[in-house]
């Protein structure tokens, strides 16, 4: 099994992807530290390159391959935001790309994950197991995975965005983490104890699939049926080896999310920070709202983790 990674490792994966990542930036909005009493840091991954934070972890990832790696290429699977990432970051260093992809991914994350030139092939995310086909494919030939969340120097390179939150505004008492595989969390985790130890830690997690709250209860990984939720950048089936070793340690609480209560946020980030998050992004606001007295008179982080969304389907969800 590979090690599992350290803050040293988040501060190499900053140092790695510096060239060619964004620092995004961090936002304040007046009318939500009023509505929440609270002062409130929002870390904007909405504005990272292809949309979300999963660029990180992916280039991390990618930057460490040796030359032989490099030639034969990648291959993953992922609901979107990590093939776009993946194929973004495979671009930029010159490695084919091959993705994995579920048959009703929105056609925005298809048609991006194309556009940067990956190669695409097609599952169904309900009767399919895709990490099955992804090692198949490596297999046969001779590509290496780079899976979406269970991965040391995937999870170190989530935790530059975190590392950059706690350079920027020093410590916090509290910090909300949109929760999937926990690759996000994870890395998060390991910035927040190495910069701001005293913070509490909270991921969240759509309400349909609520396997990283029971995981943390039951002490083991806990599997569930693909959960079906607007937030498909986190209808992760369950918690890594790696992403659930660190989240049980170091990890305050797993909170939930409904889909309604994500649309409230998608609505607040557009009309008050005038910003467009996926519904996935808006987990870690929807959970501060809900837990006033785990914010109440603090000083509240929270990650913004992506903002790729069709503009229909943005408006469909907006008024519906
Ligand atoms: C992938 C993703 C998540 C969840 O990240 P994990 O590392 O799987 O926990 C949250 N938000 C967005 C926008 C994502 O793309």
């Given amino acids: 099994m590979l090690r599992s990674p350290t803050y040293e490792d988040v501060r190499d994966a900053a140092v790695r992807i510096a060239s060619h990542a964004n620092r995004t930036p961090v936002l304040r909005s007046r009318r939500i530290n009023e509505e ?28 460490l391959f040796t030359p032989e790696q490099r030639r034969a290429g ?8 990590h093939a776009q990432a993946i194929a973004l970051a495979a671009r930029l260093l010159d490695i084919p790309a091959t993705i994995v992809m579920p ?18 092939v097609v599952y169904d995310r309900y009767t399919e197991d895709r990490e099955e086909i992804g090692r198949a494919l490596a297999a046969e030939r001779g590509l290496t995975l780079i899976p979406p969340y269970d991965h040391p120097d995937v999870i170190a390179g989530q935790g530059t965005a975190a590392a950059e939150l706690f350079e920027e505004v020093g410590d916090l008492d509290a910090l909300f983490v949109p929760l999937g595989g926990g690759g996000l969390l994870s890395g998060t985790t390991l910035s927040a104890r190495a910069l701001s130890p005293g913070c509490a830690l909270y991921g969240v997690e759509p309400e349909a699939g609520d396997d990283g709250r029971r995981s943390l209860i039951q002490g083991s990984i806990v599997h569930i049926d693909t959960p079906r939720t607007i937030a498909d950048g986190a ?14 340690r170091e990890v305050d609480d797993i909170l939930t999310a409904t889909d309604a209560e994500l649309v409230e946020g998608m609505r607040t980030f557009g009309t008050v920070m005038k910003i467009v998050v996926e519904p996935t992004g808006c987990l870690g606001l929807a959970a501060a ?9 603090r000083r509240v982080g929270v990650v913004v983790s992506g903002g790729n969304v069709d503009l229909a389907r943005y408006a469909a969800l907006l008024t519906s």
Wanted: with cysteine; proline share 3%.
């Fill in 235 to 248: 209808q992760t089936q369950h918690l890594g080896v790696h992403t659930f070793e660190i989240i049980r």
């Fill in 74 to 81: 990648v291959v993953t699977y992922s609901s979107g935001n």
């Fill in 289 to 297: 709202r809900k837990s006033p007295e785990r914010v109440r008179g």
């Fill in 36 to 63: 929440l009493g609270a002062d409130v840091v929002f870390k904007c991954e909405n504005f990272q390159r292809m949309g979300a934070f999963k660029f990180r972890g992916a280039l991390n990832a990618l930057s």
């Fill in 103 to 120: 048959h009703d991914a929105p056609s925005s994350k298809v048609e991006a994950t194309r556009g940067y030139g990956g190669q695409v």
